[in-house]
């Protein structure tokens, strides 16, 4: 069974950082590319950033280009987000993908004024 778990979010002020985890098990993590996407109150999911099998290629929105970088340890089978300079419309539910095929319960971050 394919189990992707976040973890890592919460509440901070703008301007600060945080980091959001994703471990998975279940599935042949380091054969797959790797995701993140949100979801803000009232706003279709839409997609942060990616990351291919070997770690060698990213993706980011432009929205996030800059400020967040995706990465994972395959030896962990666990893929990462770090968000720095965060606004308050980096407000969401932050959901990991696999191979936009598996995707777990998603972990809140709010970013207070």
């Known amino acids: 069974q394919v189990e992707l778990v976040e973890s890592g979010g919460g509440v901070v002020q703008a301007g600060g950082s945080l980091r959001i985890s994703c471990a998975a098990s279940?599935?042949?993590?380091?054969?797959?590319?790797m995701g993140w996407f949100r979801r803000a109150t009232g706003v279709e999911r839409e997609f942060v950033a990616t990351?291919?099998?070997?770690?060698?290629?990213?993706a980011y929105a432009n929205s996030v280009k800059g400020r967040f970088t995706i990465s994972r340890d395959n030896a962990e089978n666990t893929v990462y987000l770090q968000m720095n300079s965060l606004k308050p419309e980096d407000t969401a539910v932050y959901y990991c993908?696999?191979?936009?095929?598996?995707w777990g319960q998603g972990t809140q971050v709010t970013v207070s004024s």
């Open positions: 993908t696999a191979a936009n095929v598996y």
């Open positions: 279940g599935v042949t993590f380091r054969d797959r590319a």
């Open positions: 990351i291919d099998w070997k770690g060698d290629s990213t």
